[in-house]
């Protein structure tokens, strides 16, 4: 363990600081003298452990298994790895670090810690929590899917294997040889999950309502949430043990099959093959570096909300290296087994891997399903592939569901005290109300409703939203300060490098992610259905929801200051947080100071009393440090 020193300007002694030396009798350190908590103690994770599962499980969802691969494959085979890496390292991992370290330092969820940081910018605070409640509210519908066709695959054969459903129309064939099918022919799988699971419609305006089954399954996938989160860090550092560990086991286990199927290195070399005149294109950095930053989480609001409930002097660097390493390794990982499996329909289907591959939903409800129902034992192979995306989700959601939790709990304490009596019975509400919203995602016209808000809130308003909270935290707050913030936990300053790319180079990437994002725009579609004016509509009304925080509390942030709008927004523009940034601190090894030697130098709280050296003059450096 290291110690850290202080010291005193113009004197040559040394002074050990509380924050970060602590002998191991005493009381836990819960963060810094400036956070002022309601009520009852902080929770804290129990374990290290708990809070990198709770992160990977957070940061590692469907994306690296639906979204990755096939981006990859698109955007360049193996040469995307290149734009991808440099993404990592120029935006991924110094905003996740940022984020990690914001949390652990306020002890703060997004709303809070944004507040402190820079009161006229924490509507960017706000704006995430909204866009992860909105985001939770259809995202547990994929879970639902998973829960119904993991039902579904208890059957031998499997239900979308064959055309002998009630759901199947005449246009359903099992053939194989697509040189042999006409231009209406559709897959069991396909059909299955068009007209078994969804039982779409023709469009947005034939909305239809909630089917009963999937109604209930959905409730089954909240209830799931609910038990996972209820008792707040306490429960949920228990469940990530294991919803964190088997997916992976169940992944490579998925891996070593696709590898002894025919066809498999076909597809592997598919996803692997570099086109490296791709490079050349923005389009593929723009999705390099958009991966890397849905994919981790940064803006969502969740590493905030996790990293809170750390002790203060937690390591947050070795975290941000871990969690980043585990994530893209996971994608990588993820794209060999699935176009492993890719290769094998195409040998099937005696055509090439792109023909078959594709992305979202469809690969993981269509196509996946669809390679496995031919397999022997497809049962079991259909069984462990969906344990898999259901653990995949649960994880990421139960940790999108604790931001918003987080941030009630913050800001109402009192309130919910009051009239909640207990942070369960909150936990209860938020699942009850979430689920509630959720249904117009599961009736017949619900996938069209699915598809907007998952183009419209966690796309386009996610960028901006972004933005503003690297501007509050890199810019006005200051990339400097946050470093001696960082040194004040651990007691060891960020590489310059983080420094760089906090004040210049991450802010410019998700700028230019953002440009080029509007100049690129064009309206949500799903497959060959185009929405009306009005549904499109619908889509921006959606994104707004959380964009319009950003005013707001902007406009909150002046009206609490007092004077002229200059002196208000001055004011704004000043972090709540006090500036300890004289301190110097010296790493020491920890046990080399004794309270009861009388040759060392005097404590903090020796200072504070007027036992050491003489009070230091109003407005120190140590004298803030003293409060």
């Not at 990755?68 to 670090?97: D, E, N, Q, R």
């Not at 039902?151 to 040189?179: I, K, M, V």
């Not at 992976?248 to 025919?262: E, F, K, M």
């Not at 249904?439 to 183009?455: E, K, R, S, T, V």
Request: with cysteine; glycine share 8%; hydrophobic share 45%.
């Amino acid at each position: 363990m290291l110690s850290s020193v202080w010291t005193q300007p113009g004197r040559e002694t040394r002074v050990r600081d509380p924050m970060l030396d602590r002998e191991e009798d005493e009381p836990e350190h819960r963060g810094p003298v400036h956070d002022m908590e309601p009520g009852e103690p902080r929770d804290q994770w129990a374990r290290k452990a708990e809070f990198l599962l709770a992160m990977v499980g957070y940061a590692v969802g469907l994306g690296n298994v639906w979204r990755f691969p096939y981006l990859c494959y698109k955007s360049g085979g193996g040469a995307f790895l290149i734009p991808y890496f440099i993404m990592l390292f120029l935006c991924g991992i110094p905003l996740l670090y940022m984020e990690l370290a914001v949390g652990q330092y306020t002890q703060q969820g997004p709303v809070g810690a944004l507040g402190k940081i820079c009161p006229l910018l924490k509507g960017a605070g706000l704006a995430t929590v909204v866009i992860t409640f909105i985001f939770s509210t259809y995202y547990n519908v994929i879970i639902t899917w998973a829960l119904y066709y993991l039902f579904n695959s208890f059957q031998d054969p499997l239900p979308w294997a064959r055309c002998d459903n009630p759901w199947n129309t005449e246009n359903c064939t099992t053939g194989l040889n697509r040189s042999l099918l006409h231009n209406d022919s559709t897959s069991p799988s396909n059909e299955f999950f068009d007209h078994n699971v969804l039982e779409i419609s023709s469009g947005i305006d034939d909305f239809g309502a909630p089917q009963w089954d999937l109604s209930l399954t959905l409730l089954l996938a909240w209830i799931i949430v609910y038990l996972c989160i209820f008792k707040g860090v306490k429960s949920t550092g228990k469940v990530v043990y294991f919803t964190a560990t088997f997916p992976y086991i169940v992944l490579i286990t998925l891996l070593i099959r696709g590898l002894t199927l025919d066809g498999a290195v076909d597809g592997i070399l598919f996803f692997l093959r570099p086109k490296w005149h791709l490079l050349g294109t923005a389009e593929v950095w723009i999705n390099a570096a958009a991966q890397n930053f849905n994919s981790i989480g940064i803006a969502f609001g969740g590493c905030i909300a996790l990293s809170s409930y750390n002790k203060f002097n937690n390591n947050v660097f070795k975290d941000t290296l871990m969690i980043a390493c585990i994530n893209s390794a996971t994608s990588i990982l993820a794209g060999f087994a699935i176009f492993s499996v890719m290769g094998y329909m195409a040998f099937l289907q005696g055509t090439t891997v792109d023909k078959v591959a594709t992305q979202g939903p469809g690969l993981a409800f269509v196509v996946y399903p669809q390679a496995i129902a031919t397999m022997p034992v497809s049962p079991l192979w259909a069984i462990l592939f969906f344990i898999m995306l259901l653990l995949l989700g649960i994880d990421s959601q139960f940790c999108t569901v604790e931001v918003i939790i987080t941030t009630l709990y913050d800001h109402f304490h009192p309130f919910i005290r009051k009239y909640l009596k207990r942070k369960e019975v909150l936990v209860l509400v938020v699942c009850c109300v979430s689920y509630l919203l959720g249904l117009p995602n599961i009736a017949q016209g619900g996938m069209y409703f699915f598809q907007l808000i998952d183009f419209y809130a966690a796309a386009i308003s996610l960028m901006v939203i972004a933005f503003f909270e690297v501007v509050a935290i890199s810019w006005i707050y200051g990339a400097n300060r946050l470093a001696r913030n960082i040194e004040e936990m651990t007691g060891n300053k960020p590489w310059m490098y983080f420094i760089v790319c906090w004040y210049g180079l991450s802010p410019v990437l998700i700028g230019g992610i953002m440009i080029f994002g509007f100049i690129q725009y064009t309206p949500v579609r799903y497959g060959d259905y185009y929405y009306p004016g009005w549904g499109q509509a619908i889509g921006w009304v959606i994104a707004s929801l959380s964009i319009i925080c950003l005013p707001i509390g902007a406009i909150h942030a002046l009206l609490s200051e007092k004077g002229g709008f200059v002196q208000r927004f001055k004011a704004t523009l000043k972090s709540k947080i006090p500036d300890r940034g004289t301190l110097a601190f010296e790493p020491e090894e920890f046990g080399s100071y004794q309270k009861k030697d009388p040759t060392l130098p005097p404590s903090y709280n020796d200072i504070s009393r007027n036992e050491g050296f003489p009070s230091a003059p109003p407005h120190s450096p140590m004298a803030e440090s003293a409060l």
